[in-house]
């Protein structure tokens, strides 16, 4: 077997033994808590090994080589009329690079969960689901066409429904259960439809076939759809978006997101930021040339101009959320949807490295800082109210330390932090290419600053403002550890991406990695790396600025002079209604409960009480009372005509022939016997007499 | 001169219906057994008159005769002691009495 052979196997074989260690748990080793995270995190540790060594195998090649020569098996499958559906893996440089951050992350969170899951009741199914969970993401990862991605990216829907719901005696856990599965929902919906659109057009769902065939591509981007002024490139690619906007919590679809924070931490920062939410973005960048056939004549396709304005929007809509929530994972709830909202404008304006780069970074820091609130979470006793926390550097130093590292790459603290990188990838393409979005992220950035700065000073940093906060302790290694190793991705794995023309780092970065090696990596999925914008000081200074004036002002308001207990936050003053109206969330939950949920709940109140109580019953009912009418005349009939005029009518009649006959001849005298007996005789000789004897 | 067959035929006759009409009118059950007799002694003239008139030299007749009676005697003796049995359990003999053979 040559290595080629060997990484298709091992490629196929990643998704494995996640599935095998669900199933196990599932059906022997429920029992035993111990076995179960043990066959989990193996089974984990066995895809994390095969998906790394397929990773800096290929890495090895290089991205042009890897274009050209893709790792791809494919099996028919669903045999259709004249084509099969094809089932199969395929690596090129965007699945390498995601298979690498979603096994590592994904195996930091499997090992945290040991610490924060210890004592649950459903310990075992916890591991199960999130086994589940990891298969979902890991297929996804390496579907080879967009059928195979859409039934892992419903695999996890279900996870994720199963996981937010875990602890289903609560009330909110399962509301927040179901909304997320109905909100997702809506986008997978109109998801599948674009999928099954393209496939009448195109007759395959191969990515190979699609994505990297440009005559596929350019028959699709002439061809007009049934939307008019629409091409069906632009219609397919607006209605996969639909999928991405639900599954990566994008305005309007955003409102699932914060509510999932029910679930346990390990899962907030598995699913809800590092992979699932990904899975949306990750979607889009792998379709991105699709979405942008035809750019060259244009500002932008549809599909493109759909994301910039969406991105764009959830980017800041969020991040004013996020600054005034005091419920330590809802902040970082609403730093998700603001950051993937960078991802999907940044493919709006085009920049899809870029895009796959913050994706990368934004795994490493958000699942770092979620791990991190759970920390701070057990540690303090399960608080969760930032406004009762505070002290807690001294007492949880790592968990600290690590918290600020994530939350400085997630302001784009300058240099040092993974964050800034990527997030200045994308601003400078920004720049370059639509102000307008640039000046939005920007002001985007600085409210991330401020709202991590504040959640760090709040929770860190001042006195406690609860016992809670006052007996907190440091969490066990299991849970620290994977801190630890996050910490040092969300540090340094900026570097692998630093852009060539950068003043003196650039040089650094060329002696490293050959330049900006994730550019050029990525950059060949679709073929040749595109040119990356030069370098410009103006945005850098401006992304740097945003971020470090957010950090100031954040620090100014609540490090300087830290909270008292019972002490309200000092932006209510400042901001008053508009205050009100954050913490609110803009109230689009009560918008959409008065115009989506009440209505759906009256009509099935109407369909239920009118419907079917009022006239499916009630013709049924209706028969039943007529069939109960005619049985009753049946049996009327019955008894008193058939049954007692004829059957058993003619049974009496015999009966009493019978007794009259008895009581009259059968008196038990033998006397009486021998007479009848005696006559018969003298009759019967008389016969034989008067008949036959006569003749001599 | 020899009395005429018929004589002892006439005579067994109304033996025979003398025996009958005891059987079925009396009330008594040792009176009906004594009708019994009767109607088999009537059986025994005949056939000894038939002998007599009709194959004189061989002794089957007699023979038959003797039988008859010692099958009449074992008859009896069955006879009366049913009548004994029901007696003790009925304490009668009363004929009309014991309706014992109908369903």
Known sequence: MDLRQLLELLTVLIPLPPFLAFALIVLFFNRWKRLSHSVAIGAMALSFLMAQFVFWTVVGWGGEALYEHPI????????????????????????????????ITCLAIFIYSV???????????????????????????????????????????????????FWFEKPSAYRAAIKAFLTTRIGDVIMLI????LYTQTGTLSFDAILRNEEVLHELAITPSVIPTLSVAAAVGLLIFAGTVGKSAQFPLHVWLPDAMEGPTPVSAMIHAATMVSAGVYLVVRMFPLLSVGLEHAAGTPPMVAMAVIGTFSAVFAATIAVAQNDIKRVLAYSTISQLAYMVAALGIGAYIAAAFHLVTH??????????????????????????????????????????IGGLALSGFPIITAGFWSKDEILAHAWAHNPTVFWALAAGALLTAFYTMRQICLTFLGEPRSHHAEHAHETPWVMTGPLVVLALFALFFGFVGIPEDFPVLGEVG????????????????????????PFDPVPVSLSVGAALLGLLVGWLVYGRRPLAEGQTDPLVRWLGPVHTILRNKYYIDEFYHLVFVRPTIWLAKVAYEWIDLGLIDGILHGLARLSEVWGIVSRWVHRYIIDGGMVDGSA????????????????????HYLISVLFFLCTFALLYLLYLGVTP | MMIPLSWYLILAAALFCIGTYGVLARRNAIAILMGVELMLNAVILNLLAFWRYGEP???????????????????????????????????TTDMDQITLLKW
């Open chain 1, 652 to 671: 009496k009649l015999v009966g009493a022939i019978g007794r009259e006959f008895r009581q009259a001849l059968q008196t038990g005298q033998v006397q």
């Open chain 2, 57 to 91: 030299t061989t002794a089957v007749g007699q023979a038959f005769a003797a039988f008859v009676y010692a099958v009449a005697a074992a008859e009896v003796a069955v006879g009366l002691a049913l009548v004994v049995v029901i007696y003790r359990s009925r304490r």
């Open chain 1, 510 to 533: 060329k002696g490293l990695f050959h330049g900006n090696w994730f550019h050029h990596f990525v950059g060949a999925t679709i073929g040749k790396a595109p040119k990356a914008p």
């Open chain 1, 194 to 197: 674009g999928i099954a659109y």
């Open chain 1, 363 to 404: 795994a490493f820091f958000k699942a770092l800082l979620f791990l991190g609130s759970g920390s701070v979470i057990i540690g303090s006793h399960h608080e969760q109210d930032m406004m009762k926390m505070g002290g807690l550097a001294k007492r949880m130093p790592v968990t600290f330390w690590t918290f600020l």
């Open chain 1, 72 to 103: 791809a098996v494919s099996i028919p499958w669903l045999p259709s009329a004249d084509v099969a559906l094809e089932m199969g893996v395929f690596v090129d440089p965007l699945t390498a690079v995601t298979l690498f951050f979603v096994s």
């Open chain 1, 115 to 165: 610490g924060y899951m210890h004592g649950d009741p459903r310990y075992s199914r916890f591991f199960a689901y999130i086994s589940l969970f990891a298969t979902g993401m890991l297929g996804l990862t390496v579907s080879d066409n967009l059928l195979m991605l859409f039934i892992f990216w419903e695999i996890m829907g279900l996870c994720s429904y199963l996981l937010i719901g």
